[in-house]
């Protein structure tokens, strides 16, 4: 049937599905099970893709997708946002229908969390649109269902993640929540498999999380060298991020490509973008600052 056209709808709603930074990334181990032991800060950007949608009667799930990368996702049932609706209904047991949304305003396959996101965002949204009452445990097993990073994207706030992603702690950093942020993506897409098979196994210690000095003197990535392997231009975008003035912190988000800088000021943060987009007109660019609470 053809999606309904949203526009002005009264009882639409709308989920923003924000942008996940990994602040710190340390890999530990590599378990039996094929993941990866990990310990991560993971905080959100302001902004992201966007979700709306409507209930409808006849149980079908439709997805339209549009925005400034939407021509790089299809909207068939291996997407999240489909995924992550065909499991909340099945969770309730009955096929409550609905026409989504999605404004895909973040880059495919950049370390973001953008997939992850969109599922995490999908399952807030139906949730209030069918007025699902759904417990914070199970609600989190059918976010891990779907992929390591979707618990963590279901609250959207600052939280260390360890395991594989199902071990999640509120965790406030005194001066993090809040900075300006730059991200920057230089429109190359990397597979999380293969920088995660080009690791090292090198268990360079634990996180350090207790405050914003010692994420920035001793936290690390340790995918970057890996996803450098595959995409050389990050190493690109970090030196770009590193000779702007007023950063606090460059590094690499997730398997990458995303790259992430945080600021001093607010004027710091648009100097920067400024002259990166000056310098390297083809990378994406969002100006953005830490979410909060």
């Known amino acids: 049937m053809p999606h309904p056209n949203m526009e002005g709808v009264a009882d639409a709603i709308v989920e923003i599905a924000y942008a996940k930074v990994n602040v710190a990334l340390h890999v530990r181990s590599r378990r039996d099970d094929g993941y990866h032991a990990l310990e991560s800060l993971f905080v959100f950007a302001g902004d992201g893709d966007r979700l709306e949608g409507q209930a409808t009667q006849d149980g079908a799930i439709d997805l339209i997708i549009d925005g400034p990368f939407g021509a790089g996702l299809g909207a068939?049932?291996?997407?999240?946002?489909?995924r992550a609706a065909r499991a909340l209904q099945s969770y309730l047991g009955q096929q409550?229908?609905?026409?989504?949304?999605?404004?895909?305003?973040?880059?495919?396959?950049?370390?973001?969390?953008?997939?992850?996101?969109?599922?995490?965002?999908?399952?807030?949204?139906?949730?209030?649109?069918?007025?699902?009452?759904?417990e914070a445990e199970e609600l989190a097993g059918l976010a891990l269902d779907l992929g390591s990073d979707v618990p963590a994207c279901v609250a959207s706030v600052?939280?260390?993640v360890t395991g594989r992603g199902e071990h999640l702690a509120r965790h406030a950093v005194e001066g993090l929540e809040g900075l300006p942020m730059l991200l920057v993506n230089p429109g190359v897409g990397v597979s999380t498999a293969s920088v995660f098979a080009g690791w090292d196994?090198?268990?360079r210690g634990p996180l350090d999380a207790?405050?914003?000095?010692?994420?920035?003197?001793?936290?690390?990535?340790?995918?970057?060298?890996?996803?450098?392997?595959?995409?050389p231009v990050?190493?690109?975008?970090?030196?770009?991020l590193e000779r702007t003035?007023?950063?606090?912190?460059?590094?690499?988000?997730?398997?990458?490509?995303?790259?992430?800088?945080?600021?001093?000021?607010?004027?710091?943060?648009?100097?920067?973008?400024?002259?990166i987009r000056w310098t390297h007109p083809a990378w994406w660019v969002m100006?953005?600052?830490?979410?909060?609470?």
């Open 234 to 240: 990050i190493a690109d975008v970090l030196a770009a």
């Open 201 to 203: 196994r090198q268990d």
């Open 210 to 231: 207790g405050s914003l000095d010692a994420l920035v003197r001793i936290g690390r990535n340790d995918l970057e060298n890996p996803a450098i392997a595959v995409a």
């Open 287 to 293: 100006e953005t600052r830490i979410k909060g609470a």
């Open 76 to 82: 068939g049932p291996d997407n999240l946002v489909m």
């Open 158 to 160: 600052t939280q260390l």
């Open 245 to 275: 003035q007023g950063v606090v912190l460059a590094r690499m988000s997730g398997s990458g490509a995303t790259c992430f800088a945080l600021f001093e000021t607010d004027d710091a943060l648009a100097q920067a973008a400024d002259a």
């Open 96 to 134: 409550r229908g609905a026409a989504i949304r999605l404004t895909k305003n973040l880059p495919v396959a950049s370390g973001i969390g953008g997939g992850s996101a969109d599922a995490a965002a999908t399952l807030r949204l139906l949730a209030r649109l069918w007025d699902v009452r759904i």
